[in-house]
């Protein structure tokens, strides 16, 4: 509730001080457009007058003058000073000049002859006539004609003889019409009028028409009302109506505020006085106030787009600080939380690194164990082979006793060519002893090292040796289509020919019993990998034949194996990123085995 209240206090002194400063603006402008077109119009008359002011006292100069006032009574000198007058009125762009002498009469003037000539009348009366020659200086004056009942400037100057002694007075009077064309211009913007007013307060310059000859002063000596009838003939000079409303204190002394009544309306204005040079005139600028209730509008308006920006930036920072404040606690908060849980995950990671560390010990012991069991099934598949290495041992050693006692008895007899022949026979079956032992010491040593470019022919033809080497394989039609150029592939020689070998083993045992027993291997692409086919006519899978991949799973004898070799045999080809499935042929009777190894160029 605070909150509102303190939102609205400050949204009114924010408009009561956007009132007071549009005022203050508005008045302030109103002002000063108002000096300056007073001092414009000051300047205008300032230039009639001294346009004018030396003419009269040139004028009174010239001798023809104080020659007709010298003889008043002769027509030539006073028909030559008429034509003088006009002459002179043409040249000075006056509207009259005439000349009188000290008793006021005018005794010569430009319009002579005419019905309105001024020739004959007195002037006395006029305070041009009588300052004149008072004070024998120039004189201005304003009044209207009693002739033409128009108002005009009257220029007076005393007319003297040689020895300086005054004969008369000769006027110039110039007509006003000049100066009121001055009083509207297009860039004063503002509505306003203006007025002369002379020392008892008369307007006799008007910008608006319905204020000539008003009385603004009404209160004033006992001898104006003479006065003004004297200088205003025949003219009702009511007095204006307003009141005076007082000065904004932003105002010089110069300007007050006023209210006008007129007509049944009341119009409120900005009065601006100055005084004009060398008269008692008095010019006053009145400019309508409307214009402040606009400034003051805009003023308001602005003070409340001022309140508006201010207000919603107030609400933006304090939402900013607000949420500032929430996320330094929620960072405070958040640290602490950090902090708990940098703690619990410390406790963690000791914990997961602990359990790292053991599992890496146990897949460490894991490899281990599958070592040491692809390097038992292979000493496994050794002792099943061993009594047909035996029997391939033993004919190449009954072979070589033979052929030895042979060569004693040619040796006895001095056959030495027969002798050599038997030793050469002895050296080709040591070979091919030593050669099937080496294959039988190749297969039975452990794999080193990382995975190589190994050519797949290579671990088939080692498989084969081993394979032939059996008694079991008597017999068997093995069919090897030995592809021409290298098959290079990503594997390891030994760990593939040990899967060869148990491939090409489980063949053999397939085929057992069979009328012509038979085994194919066959070398193809497929897409990036090389595809390796063993397959046989035996006796076929069982129906689900993907157990044959589980670890023990055996169709036969346990003096046959421990049915380990063909799931160790796919373990170590997914380990070399390949493949090994197994199903029945479609073709025929019998089972196949697809090995599949990714392709590798030979720099690799």
């Known amino acids: 509730m605070l909150y509102r209240i303190s939102v609205v206090v400050v949204l009114m002194v924010t408009l009561l001080l956007s009132w007071v400063l549009g005022g203050w603006f508005g008045y302030r402008q109103l002002e000063q457009d108002s000096v300056q077109e007073a001092f414009r119009y000051r300047q205008l008359v300032a230039n009639e007058l001294n346009r004018y002011l030396p003419v009269p006292e040139l004028v009174a ?57 001024f020739v004959g009348n007195n002037y006395a009366f006029r305070p041009y006539f009588s300052d004149a020659v008072k004070t024998g200086e120039s004189v201005v004056y304003f009044a209207l004609g009693i002739m033409s009942l128009e108002r005009g400037l009257y220029f007076s100057h005393p007319v003297r003889d040689e020895r300086g002694k005054i004969l008369g007075v000769v006027a110039v009077k110039v007509l006003v019409h000049e100066l009121e064309s001055q009083w509207h211009r297009p860039d004063f913007r503002r509505q306003a009028d203006m007025v002369v007013i002379d020392g008892d307060g ?32 025949e003219r009702d000079l009511r007095p204006m109506e307003f009141g005076i409303q007082g000065k904004p204190w932003v105002l010089s002394e110069q ?15 900005l009065a601006v006085s100055t005084d004009l040079p060398r008269l008692d005139w008095q010019l006053m600028v009145f400019a309508e106030t409307r214009q402040v209730a606009w400034t ?70 894991l ?6 069991l692809i390097q038992a099934a292979k000493l496994a598949v050794l002792g099943q082979m061993s009594a047909g290495l035996n029997h391939e041992l033993n004919q190449p ?14 040796l006895e007899r001095g056959d030495a060519d027969m002798v050599d022949a038997n030793l050469q026979e002895m050296v080709i079956l040591c070979d091919k002893m030593a050669e099937l032992i080496r294959q039988f010491k190749v297969f039975a040593r452990k794999s080193e090292g990382p995975p190589s470019v190994v050519d797949l022919r290579l671990p088939v033809d080692a498989a084969l040796k081993i ?22 592939c990503h594997g390891d020689l030994i760990r593939v020919e040990q899967v060869l070998v148990n491939l090409l083993a489980n063949a053999v045992q397939a085929v057992e019993g069979q009328e012509q027993p038979e085994i194919e291997i066959l070398m193809t692409e497929e897409g990036d990998y090389w595809r390796c086919l063993v397959r046989d006519n035996g006796h076929g899978l069982p129906g689900n034949t993907e157990r044959v991949f589980e670890p023990f799973f055996t169709t036969r004898s346990v003096k046959q194996g421990l049915g380990l070799g063909l799931s160790i045999s796919r373990q170590i080809v997914e380990a070399l990123g390949g493949s090994l499935t197994g199903h029945n042929r479609a073709d025929g009777p019998g089972a196949e085995f697809v090995l599949k190894l990714k392709q590798r160029r030979a720099e690799e």
């Open 296 to 365: 003051r509008a805009g003023f308001l308006l602005g003070g409340g787009a001022v309140f508006l920006a201010g207000f919603l930036t107030w609400l933006y920072l304090r939402e900013r600080y607000r949420r500032e404040r929430e996320l330094a606690l929620r960072g405070e908060q958040l640290e602490r939380r950090v902090a708990q849980r940098t703690a619990d995950l410390k406790r963690s990671n000791d914990q997961l690194l602990g359990e790292i560390q053991e599992r890496e010990r146990t897949q460490t012991e």
């Open 467 to 488: 394979i032939t080497a059996q008694n079991a394989s008597e017999g068997i039609t093995i069919r090897w289509q030995r592809p021409g150029s290298a098959l290079m």
């Open 367 to 372: 490899r281990e164990t599958q070592q040491e």
């Open 61 to 117: 100069e010239h001798p023809l003058l104080a020659e007709a006032l010298k003889h008043p009574d002769d027509p030539v000198t006073l028909l030559r000073a008429n034509e003088q007058m006009q002459r002179m009125a043409i040249i000075v762009g006056g509207s009259d000049i005439y000349l009188m002498d000290l008793s006021g009469l005018t005794i010569a003037a430009n319009n002579f002859g005419q019905p309105n000539t």
């Open 397 to 410: 050693l009954t072979a070589i006793q033979a052929y030895a006692r042979n060569s004693r008895k040619f």
């Open 255 to 269: 300007s007050s505020r006023i209210r006008m009544y007129e007509q049944g309306e009341e119009r409120d204005y």
């Open 202 to 233: 008369i307007s006799f310059l008007a910008s608006n028409t319905g204020w000539l000859y008003r009385d603004f002063l009404p209160e004033g000596d006992d001898g104006k009302s003479a006065r003004v009838q004297q200088r205003y003939p």
